[in-house]
């Protein structure tokens, strides 16, 4: 059925040109509603004014064997392992102890207060715990993990949009508050009597190769329609590309990063709009004691971090930038950095894509944990 693939088309291209649309008022749009959410409310809304069901389409098939996985290897092979030794290990020691604390919180929180409403009640009867993987991929890679985790941990579409509009809200919140945190960093180290401040060696982030887009393009359909013949495990197939992904990146000369990493955002908007296909905006709600739940594991997370840049007496600047590599991206990410300063933004751009790269491990360790101690 051709329907799907129209709306679907129609919806990545509006996106994309929007999100590129020097208008104040369209900007001002994306400040608050990103392109990954309007992708997926977009479909719905048109499924919702005219009355139909696509969520049985076939291109909900063809979606989960090409564009997640052109999504996940494109990420993936953006990665430069040999630019991580210029940040140093502490920084990243801390990046990835916000990163641990995301994806293990959740399930030491349902252990320890078991008995209580939200955790009996909402989380567990309700099933809002299928939301939180989504969460930890967003928080910690991003969209494409988000969308992988959504998919192997079967997230319901009520459940995963709710999730999105409150993930939105609170990395919005989130955002702001790092900027006011980064600039008071010099405070921080006072408090905390921290004394290593050293500035970073500088590092030169990889502008493109002589590889040619298309080339590249060829060479990751290629590998994903021999996987899909290859291997039936979705599990298997996302971690099989995932390491494939890093050795294009870090074993082939002048591999083009930059393409791979912009192929990879686009590819997020396709799977996006396909899945807005499959929901039912009347199905719609916005659970308080969840909301507040995320409140508290995201100050846990950056109270977490705090300790362990304390800790390692490394420079509590690195805080909120390994904060927003995690929770914000590589678009917010450099953007709080260059609130403190400028010569640290390609640092801050590299643990982001550290971040993207990681995001989908550690939301499948979420799962596994879930699925071994709590239900």
Not at 106 to 121: A, G, N
Request: charged residues 10%; hydrophobic residues 60%.
């Amino acid at each position: 059925m051709w329907v799907p693939w129209v709306i679907s088309g129609f919806t990545v291209i509006a996106v994309y040109f929007l999100d590129r649309w020097e208008n104040r008022h369209i900007k001002s749009l994306f400040d608050w509603v990103p392109a990954i959410l309007l992708a997926y409310i977009i479909p719905a809304l048109i499924s919702y004014v005219f009355n139909v069901d696509y969520s049985q389409a076939e291109i909900h098939n063809f979606s989960r064997d090409y564009f997640i996985p052109l999504a996940i290897i494109a990420v993936m092979s953006s990665l430069s392992l040999g630019q991580l030794k210029s940040i140093g290990y502490k920084p990243i020691l801390v990046f990835l102890a916000g990163s641990f604390f995301i994806a293990v919180f959740p399930i030491v929180l349902m252990l320890l207060f078991s008995e209580s409403e939200l955790i009996s009640k909402t989380l567990v009867t309700e099933n809002y715990w299928m939301g939180i993987p989504p969460i930890v991929g967003s928080w910690i890679g991003g969209s494409t993990s988000q969308l992988v985790l959504k998919e192997l941990v079967e997230c319901p579409e009520n459940i995963f949009l709710t999730v999105l509009v409150m993930d939105n809200i609170l990395v919005n919140v989130w955002t702001i508050l790092m900027f006011q945190t980064i600039k008071k960093s010099e405070i921080l180290n006072k408090w905390f009597r921290v004394s290593d401040v050293a500035i970073p060696e500088d590092i030169r982030l990889e502008k493109g190769s002589k590889w040619n887009p298309w080339l590249c393009a060829l060479v990751l359909l290629i590998i994903v329609v021999f996987s899909n013949y290859l291997i039936d495990s979705f599990i298997v197939k996302v971690v099989l590309l995932s390491f494939v992904g890093l050795g294009l990146s870090n074993f082939i000369p002048k591999w083009n990063f930059g393409f791979a990493l912009k192929a990879g955002g686009i590819l997020i908007i396709v799977v996006m709009a396909v899945l807005g296909l499959k929901l039912q905006i009347a199905t719609l709600g916005f659970n308080l004691p969840f909301f507040g739940f995320l409140c508290v594991w995201l100050l846990g997370h950056f109270i977490f971090m705090v300790l362990v840049a304390k800790l390692l007496n490394v420079n509590m600047a690195w805080v909120p930038i390994a904060s927003m590599a995690n929770v914000g991206g590589i678009a917010t990410a450099p953007a709080v950095t260059a609130a403190y300063n400028l010569k640290w933004m390609p640092h801050a751009i590299v643990l982001a894509i550290l971040s993207m790269a990681t995001g989908t491990f550690w939301g499948m360790l979420t799962i596994w944990l879930f699925r071994a101690f709590v239900v």
